[in-house]
């Protein structure tokens, strides 16, 4: 919380009383729930207090077989030859129930994932639910958004997903993938298995055919072994460029089909017409409130030399009043970092960050005592060739360069490995067209920043992948298109 006592709030804790969080969480395959063939389990525990919350079954190669096989079942018997309308009404139903559980989602997600429940509540939980709903209208509806083409679904499909968004990355996956008409075997994140498992509970209760969805929650080894099951058609992944490209290297040769959405080092452009105040409020939601855990996180920004100063003194002034604190109140703007192993790579980011020249700047803010965190920060007077800039971090640091030219912005913010997303803030229309034409990034922000609507496609240029999730885009690849 700030120290000057004018900025300190009431505590305002969503209450959790409601939220039954089980001692222990077993795999879903073929409709039920089933512990693991070799029993195995892991903990998963609250980064914001190092609470244990639940011990989760371990799925390993054994389970994997299982859940692909009662997949492929499901897919030929029951699923593939459904009437595309009440493979619709399933997503509907599943949309409806997440809507009506959305607290006890909400309070979990924070619980298990460090974000604040304003996060989780207005964002993550909704537009989980949103994409059921886009997509179950998409169910019957595939020959009209692929005029000309006979659209058939491919198969299996193994999802796997990572922890910044856990519950709306399922939705992202699961929800085209059935409507298209296909099964799936999804593996959370280690660290975020809850919500994936109550969205289990919540398939049963829409009374989903066996076997359409399984969800095996393990680490790396168990998406390993799903990546090279022999009977997957298809892999979806969002998670590091690094395991992206082992993926890659994987499945070559085979039938399988994939799509990839990796890293990013998104870049804000601020020009010097932009609407200052509301531009800076833009850059502050980009990167921090949601801890730099997001992909397409505003993580550099360049701002047009004119209004350098300005625009630093009002990031630091806006800084000063960011609330660090208890995820679950709903005051909080910045929560923990997702666990001990990220908040160690973030830490090191900021040691290189000055032995690279930097400078650094973060609030005057006390942390609390347990769990894993971490003060927003500033970087200025990087440069292009600092790795802070290059590399993703995936925490709330800012790095912050200048730049002359609009030509010269787009030279900066193009030139990383990455191409995921980026921002621009200016009051005139035709610059905004120069910038969004130029940028290589899947996608641009203009006076805005971390918009997401289930009906725009999103995915990256370069090692941010290749393929798009949502819209009509992210029917694609759920789909043969002979
Ligand atoms: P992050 O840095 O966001 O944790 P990772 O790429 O390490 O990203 O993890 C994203 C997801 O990929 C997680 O569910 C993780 O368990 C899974 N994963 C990690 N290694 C592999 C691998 N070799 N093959 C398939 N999935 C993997």
Redesign the pocket.
Known sequence: MPTDSSWVYAPAPEDSSHVEIKKHYQLFIDGKFRDAADGRTFDTQNPANEAHLSEVAFSGEADVDTAVKAARRAYNEVWCPMRPADRGKYLYRIARILQERSREFAVTESLDGGKPIKESRDIDIPLAAAHFFYYAGWADKLDYAFPGRSPSSLGVAGQ?????FPLLMAAWKIAPALACGNTVVL????TTPLTAMKLAEVFQEAGLPAGVVNILPG??S???A??QHPDIDKIA????T??GK??QQAIAGTAKKATLELGGKAANIILDDAPLHQAVEGIINGIFFNQGHVCCAGSRLLVQEGVYDSVVTLLKDRMETLRVGDPLDKNTDIGAINSKAQQDIIQGYLELGEKEGAEIHQPNCTLPSKGYWCLPTLFLNATQSHRIVQEEI?GPVLAVQTFRTPDEAIEMANNTPYGLSAGVWTDKGSRIFNFTKRLRAGVVWANTYNQFDPSSPFGGFKESGFGREGGLHGLEPYLRLD
């Open positions: 796997i997903i990572p922890w910044n593996k959370p994140a280690e680490d790396g168990t998406g390993a799903l990546v992944f969002t998670g590091s690094e395991v082992r993926i995936f």
